[in-house]
């Protein structure tokens, strides 16, 4: 086998092993999120039992805002939706809009090392 050929196959090699650790992150991502969901809902269910005062809602921003934080054009958000099964679910729609938890975008946002824009609120 040639130099050239060794080479190649370890470059094959690497691209495989780089394409599963991608893949092992996103799914990790998305059970996070998953887990982040179920604990909310388990939070609420326990106060509500409790009687203590409901659990904050997560603060819930739309595809424009999510645009806005992660310095993006709207159809760019519309892109990561499509096409990356790890970007975050909507928490909700209202109307025709869905909204997200801006704690898993900004998440999801800083594992694509995506520079995330902090409002001053």
Sequence with gaps: M???KKLD?????????TEHLLRTNQAMLKTM?????HMLVL????????GLPKAP???????????????????????WVNRYDSFPKP???IGRTK?????????WLE???????VKNS
């Design 2 to 4: 040639t130099f050239y």
């Design 9 to 17: 196959n370890k470059v094959d090699r690497i691209t495989g092993l």
């Design 33 to 37: 999120d998953e887990i982040t969901n």
């Design 43 to 50: 939070e609420t269910r326990i106060n509500v039992r409790e």
């Design 57 to 79: 809602e997560p603060n819930l921003i739309s595809s424009t805002e999510v645009a806005e934080l992660a310095g993006v054009t709207l159809p760019a958000v519309s892109n």
């Design 91 to 93: 928490i909700q729609k």
């Design 99 to 107: 909204v997200y938890s801006e704690i898993q975008i900004k998440r």
């Design 111 to 117: 594992n694509r090392n995506t520079t995330v824009i």
